[in-house]
């Protein structure tokens, strides 16, 4: 598993990150466990969790995907590099949530206890949040650095000019910036081409996307019509979520033609999928997940070659209509 430099910073990560927000909901606690024995069997040293995961579960159960994690790597923490994030409701009270001062102390704490560590390698504000000024957030997340709690701070679901404006009151403030930010990014999502990723390359932010596959769109395993219970677009309002994203007639006739390049050239649609995604010189590490172990194997493949020109143009045309779709929620 080659390891890359975590944009400007001196931390190299492997190429892909494992995404663990199906744990303890969508898979269970052994698969949960399966899933990080093979992404460590294939030699994938990043990995990528959340405070709110996991994903589509009843707020009682938010943090078990933490806790599985912390369990897990218990013993050999020391051979992983771990990201977690706050932002998202976590609890009943109006301060359970958000980008504050108060949320981030309480939140960084929660998590550090289900992770069984006394660190964070990257901490990361989940989402935006308009309520909180930036300036709290970036100071809040400093002190976390101050600390020793936290190695390195980023941003996820960011705009272009938010990730913008804080980077420079970062700068003004003389305290620590966000390193790296984690968007949505696949074939049937591209709008972060135009801004956001052209602010990263030139300031040397890494570029960590999820949702690599489309939510397995992109697997061809979904067919138009209703969902199958069990995916990513059945799981209560996430995956309502899901289906607005892409359960579109529109988006499954470019899957169609998607598929229809995969077998032209001899490789599977997972493959396929994320080795495009690894082709844009921007991406530092994409995400990857699985509700089981064996579907880990089609995306680490993506490593085993670089995208030829002739097929990235194929794929560049099929789906440059995504290039002006809506910032991801």
Same mark, same amino acid.
């Given at each position: ?5 975590? *944009? &400007?910073? $001196? ?11 199906? @744990? ?18 294939? *030699? ?19 943090? &078990? ?32 949530? *958000? ?13 550090? !206890? ?23 957030? /970036? ?38 910036? @966000? ?10 999502? &591209? ?9 990263? %390359? ?13 939510? $397995?769109? /992109? #697997? *061809?395993?979904? !067919? ?7 995916? !990513? ?11 607005? !994203?892409?359960?579109?007639? %529109?988006? @499954? ?30 991406? #530092? ?15 680490? %493949? ?28």
């Amino acid at each position: 598993m080659e390891h890359v430099r975590f *944009g &400007r910073t $001196g931390l190299k990560v492997s190429r892909l990150c494992l995404g663990t927000m199906t @744990f303890g909901y969508q898979s269970d606690d052994a698969t949960s466990v399966a899933i990080m024995e093979s992404a460590a069997d294939a *030699g994938i040293t990043f990995f990528d969790t959340a405070d709110a995961y996991p994903l589509g579960a009843p707020v009682d159960v938010l943090g &078990r995907t933490e806790e599985l994690v912390g369990d897990w790597m218990r013993g050999k923490r020391d051979r992983f590099i771990l990201a977690t994030k706050c932002f998202f409701p976590t609890g009943p009270m109006p301060w359970d949530g *958000g980008n504050s001062r108060q949320n981030i102390m309480r939140a960084v704490d929660a998590s550090l !206890r289900r992770l069984q560590t006394d660190h964070i390698d990257l901490y990361q504000v989940h989402s935006w949040d308009p309520s909180t000024p930036i300036d709290e957030t /970036l100071r809040a997340m400093d002190d976390l650095v101050r600390s020793g709690k936290v190695r390195y701070i980023g941003c996820s679901n960011t705009l272009a000019y938010q990730l913008a404006r804080a980077l420079g009151r970062s700068e003004l403030l003389g305290v620590s910036r @966000f390193e790296s930010v984690q968007p949505r990014y696949n074939l049937l999502f &591209r709008g972060n081409e135009r801004e956001l990723f052209p602010l990263c %390359a030139e300031e040397r932010v890494a570029v960590i996307p999820y949702n690599p596959l489309a939510g $397995g769109l /992109l #697997t *061809g395993k979904h !067919r138009a019509g209703s969902p199958t219970e069990g995916t !990513r677009f059945t799981l209560g309002t996430a995956g309502d979520r899901y289906q607005d !994203r892409y359960w579109r007639e %529109a988006m @499954f006739a470019t899957v169609a033609g998607f598929q229809e390049v995969a077998e032209d050239v001899g490789v599977p649609m997972a493959t396929l999928a994320v080795r495009w995604v690894l082709a844009n010189p921007v991406i #530092t590490a994409p995400i990857i997940g699985a509700s089981r172990p064996d579907q880990l194997a089609a995306s680490v %493949a993506a490593l085993d070659a670089p995208l030829d020109a002739e097929t990235k143009r194929r794929l560049d045309e099929l789906t440059h209509e995504y290039r002006f779709g809506d910032h991801p929620r």
